[in-house]
């Protein structure tokens, strides 16, 4: 008897061995939404780490990048960005530090590996309310809004996110940017 009451509260997880879960996952993945920005909140036990990535449409936070996506085929590798009223830069100008926090820059098209993605720091944005961006000299700007990023990042903050610990602020105003 004591044998059948020991077998059943090894398999009903009575005893755990470690830091690990109930359910015995390393990885588990939260939702959130918070002023019409989505929060995807992604916790590695395992490693010790949560990341988190804020979306809304066509414009994506991760790992300190904002990346906004045009259609997938459209040519973003000469794009030009302005933040709010200020002067229009090359998103070459951006594209070094982006990629040191992660951004990928290799779509799947060999023809145009931009993918239709622009990435630009979160840092450059600073307190943008809205970005403008002109995919190439052939197509029309497109004006993305940022309102409530800010407030999306706080509630990420919240929820310990590695990827935004002491490292993004949106807090500065855009025009005291250097251009």
Known sequence: MVGLVAALALSSGLFHVGHHRPDGRDVHVHFYRQAGWHFTIRQDRFRGKTMCRIYKHDVTFAEGVVTFQFAHGVDTA???FRLDDGPARDVGSVAVEAAGLGARFNGPNMRNPSDGEVH?????????????????ATTN?????????SRALDVARAQNCDDLAGRVSLAAPASSRPG
Do not use: C, E, Y
């Open 141 to 149: 700007h497109r004006t993305f809004s940022l309102v409530g990023l």
């Open 78 to 80: 000469n794009a030009r």
């Open 120 to 136: 630009i720091p979160a840092d450059v944005i600073g307190g943008a309310s809205q970005v403008a961006i002109q995919p190439n």
